[in-house]
């Protein structure tokens, strides 16, 4: 049986379903916008402002059971932290949890919907660029809450597979009546929002900050990821291409065993997140914990992990490029984080930029989509790009992947050999950055919990179709009539 549920829309910075006490009426602030360039402001509060790494990443197998927590520990960030890797429901509903997240996409959504009614007004051939934005901003948004609270696209199941509103109206008053819909539902949506914003947006609209838009290059990145878990590989294939455009993929991703290697932790640190990194394509701020004290959660990154795959034997025969930091295996890390204060220095909100889309992602979601439509040399071309940055002293006849060097170190066939190869690069790059558990999810790899840094045998196991694998709803969504997540 469908439920409806009325839901609880705060607008247009809004947040959905948990804000009634602060609702007597509808907010509307509609009558100060007036011109293209107000509603261009307005779009930069279509992005979710919300950091999704510290729950993604320690569900992911990225994570381990490093043993301690600091005494020190932010015991709400404790918190999320271990309810992520234990895969309970998270209840804290701070900034860093899951249902901070749901609210921070949801009021992203409810602004590009308000977005759209100036677009589509009389004048609306002079707001084209800014509606192709918003309808991008509002695809990608829902794409992560399907993503997250509900079971990864599959074929034969995403028509009844129960997904999350898509909200598509602006809110005309407080409550609104609306249902979960399907995967297969929410993913045509997402795919009609994305294919008429592709069409519309204009860069010369951004100034001087275009990383923190949905440019024309990072729409076509995030359609890289969104047909890689529709499947779709032929436009994957296009649309990473459009990334890249006339450049080597090998002169816009990081550099990390070249000049990455000599720069200091804190030069790592703020290039990492610079705007001016040709390889971000798209940087959003948050309100966060994690980037000061990532390093010191009890459920992250360790010695198990450190040797059973960091500095493992890997496909090249060579040497990862990136650099682990930290005294001890406690506080292992890589430096990507460059906090800032907002406020004075003693109780001011701490902030960071997360890099949404990158080079590297796109350049091995191609590779992906080439081993899996059978082009095993586009394939090793794209993987050989990401060796020629990231292996130390790397020398093409000695560290580059063949089909026959990835199937005899895998023990896979050739198309498998690629993929998982493509996974490994795409693994070793965002350690700590929460994209691992997107590969987890969609390709549907079991997840194993260990004893400590012992990876010799698993002591639980999260297969493909266990029900924790997906986010429970807000409590206030399912109060207000949405049907909770079996768990």
């Known amino acids: 049986m469908k439920k409806v549920a009325y839901l609880l829309i705060w607008c247009p910075g809004l947040c959905l379903m948990s804000c009634s006490k602060q609702l007597d009426k509808l907010p509307d602030n509609r009558a100060v916008i007036t011109t293209v360039?107000?509603?261009?402001?307005?779009?930069?509060?279509?992005?979710?402002?919300?950091?999704?790494?510290?729950?993604?990443?320690?569900?992911?197998?990225?994570?381990?059971?490093?043993?301690?927590?600091?005494?020190?520990?932010?015991?709400?960030?404790?918190?999320?932290?271990?309810?992520?890797?234990?895969?309970?429901?998270?209840?804290?509903?701070?900034?860093?949890?899951?249902?901070?997240?749901?609210?921070?996409?949801?009021?992203?959504?409810?602004?590009?919907?308000?977005?759209?009614?100036?677009?589509?007004?009389?004048?609306?051939?002079?707001?084209?660029?800014?509606?192709?934005?918003?309808?991008?901003?509002?695809?990608?948004?829902?794409?992560?809450?399907?993503?997250?609270?509900?079971?990864?696209?599959?074929?034969?199941?995403?028509?009844?597979?129960?997904?999350?509103?898509?909200?598509?109206?602006?809110?005309?008053?407080?409550?609104?009546?609306?249902?979960?819909?399907?995967?297969?539902?929410?993913?045509s949506n997402i795919e009609s929002d994305l294919t008429r914003g592709l069409a519309l947006i204009q860069d010369k609209i951004y100034g001087t900050a275009p990383k923190f838009h949905f440019t024309l290059q990072a729409a076509h990145a995030f359609a890289t990821r969104f047909y890689l878990f529709k499947r779709d590989y032929a436009q994957v294939i296009a649309h990473a291409s459009a990334v890249f455009g006339s450049s080597s993929p090998a002169t816009l991703i990081r550099p990390q065993a070249d000049d990455y290697a000599n720069l200091q932790y804190q030069q790592l640190a703020i290039k990492y997140v610079s705007s001016s990194n040709s390889a971000n394509i798209l940087l959003q701020e948050a309100q966060s914990a994690y980037f000061d004290s990532y390093a010191q959660y009890r459920y992250g990154y360790g010695q198990g992990l450190n040797t059973n795959f960091f500095n493992a034997t890997n496909v090249t025969g060579g040497t990862i490029g990136i650099i682990t930091y930290g005294a001890t295996p406690q506080v292992f890390n890589f430096p990507k984080w460059s906090p800032y204060t907002v406020g004075n220095a003693s109780n001011g909100v701490r902030y960071g930029l997360i890099p949404l889309f990158s080079m590297e992602e796109v350049l091995m979601n191609r590779a992906e989509a080439y081993a899996r439509t059978s082009n095993n040399t586009a394939a090793l071309t794209d993987l050989n790009a990401w060796v020629s940055k990231n292996i130390k002293n790397y020398n093409p006849g000695t560290h580059n992947v063949t089909v026959a060097r990835a199937s005899n170190f895998y023990g896979l066939t050739a198309t498998n050999a690629l993929i998982q190869t493509a996974l490994d690069f795409k693994r070793f790059t965002y350690f700590q950055e929460g994209i691992r558990w997107l590969d987890n999810i969609r390709v549907g790899m079991t997840i194993y919990r260990f004893n400590g840094s012992d990876f010799s045998t698993p002591i639980a196991s999260i297969p493909p179709g266990d029900n924790r694998r997906v986010l429970q709803l807000p409590p206030e969504a399912i109060a207000a009539g949405l049907e909770p997540n079996p768990k």
């Open 37 to 187: 360039d107000q509603v261009t402001q307005l779009l930069v509060a279509a992005y979710p402002h919300a950091n999704y790494i510290p729950f993604m990443e320690p569900m992911s197998d990225n994570a381990e059971d490093k043993g301690t927590a600091p005494a020190t520990a932010d015991p709400e960030s404790y918190q999320i932290n271990s309810q992520s890797y234990r895969f309970e429901d998270v209840t804290s509903i701070r900034y860093d949890s899951p249902i901070a997240y749901w609210d921070s996409c949801y009021k992203a959504i409810a602004t590009a919907n308000l977005a759209l009614t100036y677009c589509n007004g009389p004048d609306s051939a002079s707001f084209a660029a800014q509606k192709g934005e918003a309808l991008v901003c509002r695809a990608y948004a829902h794409f992560m809450l399907v993503c997250l609270f509900a079971k990864p696209y599959d074929p034969s199941s995403s028509a009844t597979d129960p997904g999350i509103p898509y909200v598509t109206e602006p809110q005309g008053s407080v409550f609104q009546k609306y249902q979960r819909g399907t995967v297969a539902s929410v993913y």
